[in-house]
């Protein structure tokens, strides 16, 4: 892939990523997942705009020989074999397609160094290690001068306030 057209592609998925959202729906909907996710990163679009800007071809070629390239050594991948309770139709045709597909060679690039069988499932996962979860981009308390006109807007219309507003007008008022 040349410069140009890195570039033309890095172009249309920056402009896919700030298009405005077609609906208040929507916006509130994405406004709404930040809140219950406890991130509260509403610039997430443009921080993601500004990071492919700054993409260059080396980085994007190193990260696919790093993780997707199917001879690298820090690729890993996950099988999970299902057992069925019951036969489906047909099952026996698949199955015997599926016998002459395991029986080939397979390719050099497929191969795993050290495949470990899960028998347990329960034991494996709390033997996985725990990551420090989600954090807030920005504290909540940068958000609070918005609730005082909130409040006197939903005041205006007779509305009656909460105690969460209530408390966001007490800590507003003390800045």
């Known amino acids: ?13 920056i402009v ?12 509130s909907k994405q406004h709404w997942d930040e809140i219950e996710s406890e991130e509260y990163d509403f610039e997430f679009r443009q921080l993601d705009a500004a990071r492919i800007r700054q993409l260059t071809k080396a980085e994007i070629v ?13 690729r890993a991948r ?6 069925a ?7 026996d045709k698949r199955q015997e397609e599926a016998q002459k597909n395991a029986d080939e060679e397979p390719h050099a690039g497929d191969a ?17 290690t725990v990551s420090s979860g989600v954090r807030p981009v920005k504290h909540v308390s940068d958000f609070e001068r918005w609730y005082v006109p909130l409040k006197a807007c939903r005041e205006a219309e007779g509305e009656k306030v909460g105690p969460f507003y209530a408390q966001a007008i007490s800590l507003g008022n003390e800045q």
């Open 1 to 13: 892939m040349s410069e140009t057209e890195l570039e033309d592609h890095k172009r249309s998925l």
């Open 62 to 74: 190193d990260f696919f020989n790093q993780h997707l390239n199917p001879t690298s050594s820090q």
């Open 78 to 83: 996950l099988s999970i074999y299902l057992q």
């Open 85 to 91: 309770q019951c036969k489906a139709e047909g099952v």
């Open 16 to 27: 896919r990523r700030l298009e405005k959202l077609g609906k208040l729906e929507e916006e």
């Open 112 to 128: 795993v160094e050290a495949a470990e069988e899960i028998t347990n499932v329960r034991f494996w996962k709390a033997g996985l």
